[in-house]
Nanobody
Framework: QVQLVESGGGWVQTGGSLRLACAAS????????MAWFLQAPGEEREFVRG????????PYADSVKGRFTISRNNAKNTVYLQMNSLKPEDTAVYYC?????????????????WGQGTQVTVSS
């Protein structure tokens, strides 16, 4: 089993920044991809940004291009999502996910473990 704990969500005004963190523990193995997804009320969960084990492959959704960056610290089993220039449409619950033994994917159905989510609210 793998446990994921997200932190760093909150309320911010348009144009502001937040940094999310997700700490993994348990049977992660030595090669796993991590990703962030968001889910707005009444909507499906959608891919935001991901990162492979090496940190060299970091796909992103078009909606966050130039605004959100992802990084990871493998020694701490933690992934970070730096969110800048936030917009009201970024408001959602953000989930961290792990995909073991494979590269990073934008498909939520390929991720095995999920955190409980952290709320991000951007006011206009």
């Amino acid at each position: 089993q793998v446990q994921l704990v997200e932190s760093g969500g909150g309320w911010v005004q348009t144009g502001g920044s937040l940094r999310l963190a997700c700490a993994a523990s348990g049977r992660t193995g030595s090669n796993y991809a991590m990703a962030w997804f968001l889910q707005a009320p009444g909507e499906e969960r959608e891919f935001v940004r991901g990162i492979d084990w090496s940190g060299s492959i970091t796909p992103y959704a078009d909606s966050v291009k130039g605004r959100f960056t992802i990084s990871r610290n493998n020694a701490k089993n933690t992934v970070y999502l730096q969110m800048n220039s936030l917009k009201p449409e970024d408001t959602a619950v953000y989930y961290c996910a792990v995909r073991r033994g494979s590269g990073v994917s934008v498909d939520r159905n390929t991720y095995e473990y999920w955190g409980q989510g952290t709320q991000v609210t951007v006011s206009s």
